[in-house]
T-cell receptor, first 113, second 113 residues
Framework: GENVEQHPSTLSVQEGDSAVIKCTYS??????FPWYKQELGKRPQLIID?????GEKKDQRIAVTLNKTAKHFSLHITETQPEDSAVYFC????????????FGKGTLLTVNP | GAGVSQSPSNKVTEKGKDVELRCDPI?????LYWYRQSLGQGLEFLIY????????KSGLPSDRFSAERTGGSVSTLTIQRTQQEDSAVYLC???????????FGPGTRLLVL
C-alpha cells in the first residue's frame, strides 16, 4: 500500500520568514496530493491540493510543488504569520482507488511574532 | 450551508463496552469517510462509502469495528468491546464526488478507561 513520509515533524520560524514542508510517497500511481491544516482542537481543513498532471500550484502565500519522478511534493508558505501556526498534513491518494488518502504524520508549524 | 457534523463530541467509556459514533455529512455529498487520529499521529483511513456501492472496509483495524450508512446520508461507526488502544479522535469526512475535496467534521474524542 501507499506510504507517506513527512518532514520535519516540527518547524519553528520567525514571522515573515518562509516555511517548507516536504513529503515523499511510495505509490507511483498516486495522482492526488492534498494538504490539510489543523489548528489545535479543530478539524482538518484543505488549504491546497495538486494533481499529477500539474507541477506547481499557487494560492496567495501558499504553493505546492510536485516531482513525480522523485515521488515527492512540498508545501511552501511565504511571509508567514502567527495565524499560520498549526499542524499541517500532507496526503497522497492510493493509485488504485483515488478516494483513499494516506496521510503523513504531520508537521507542527510555529510562527513566532 | 451546514458542514459535516458528528456526535457525540466526547465519549468516555469503560473497557469492554460498545460505542456508537454518528456522522451527518454535507447534504448532497455522495462520498463519506471515517478516519482515526491518535495523539500525535496522522489520519488513519478506516472505511469509505460511495453512493449505493459496497463500502471499502479495508482500513478497519479489527472485526470489532463496523460502520453503516443509512439512506446514503447519516453514518454510524460502531466499536464493540472497546479496548484502551481504541482511544483516539474519530473523524468523519464527506465529499461531493469520490476524488473531490474532503470536508471534515469536528470529530469525536473517544476515551476508553
Amino acid at each position: 500500500g501507499e506510504n507517506v513520509e513527512q518532514h520535519p515533524s516540527t518547524l519553528s520560524v520567525q514571522e515573515g520568514d518562509s516555511a517548507v514542508i516536504k513529503c515523499t510517497y511510495s505509490d507511483s500511481a498516486s495522482n492526488y496530493f492534498p494538504w490539510y491544516k489543523q489548528e489545535l482542537g479543530k478539524r482538518p481543513q484543505l488549504i491546497i491540493d495538486i494533481r499529477s498532471n500539474v507541477g506547481e500550484k499557487k494560492d496567495q502565500r501558499i504553493a505546492v510543488t510536485l516531482n513525480k519522478t522523485a515521488k515527492h511534493f512540498s508545501l511552501h508558505i511565504t511571509e508567514t504569520q502567527p495565524e499560520d501556526s498549526a499542524v499541517y498534513f500532507c496526503a497522497a491518494s492510493s493509485g488504485g482507488s483515488n478516494y483513499k488518502l494516506t496521510f503523513g504524520k504531520g508537521t507542527l508549524l510555529t510562527v513566532n511574532p | 450551508g451546514a458542514g459535516v457534523s458528528q456526535s457525540p463530541s466526547n465519549k468516555v467509556t469503560e473497557k469492554g463496552k460498545d460505542v456508537e459514533l454518528r456522522c451527518d455529512p454535507i447534504s448532497g455529498h455522495t462520498a463519506l469517510y471515517w478516519y482515526r487520529q491518535s495523539l500525535g499521529q496522522g489520519l488513519e483511513f478506516l472505511i469509505y462509502f460511495q453512493g449505493n456501492s459496497a463500502p471499502d472496509k479495508s482500513g478497519l483495524p479489527s472485526d470489532r469495528f463496523s460502520a453503516e450508512r443509512t439512506g446514503g446520508s447519516v453514518s454510524t461507526l460502531t466499536i464493540q468491546r472497546t479496548q484502551q488502544e481504541d482511544s483516539a479522535v474519530y473523524l468523519c469526512a464527506s465529499s461531493l464526488e469520490p476524488v473531490g475535496t474532503q470536508y471534515f467534521g469536528p470529530g469525536t474524542r473517544l476515551l476508553v478507561l
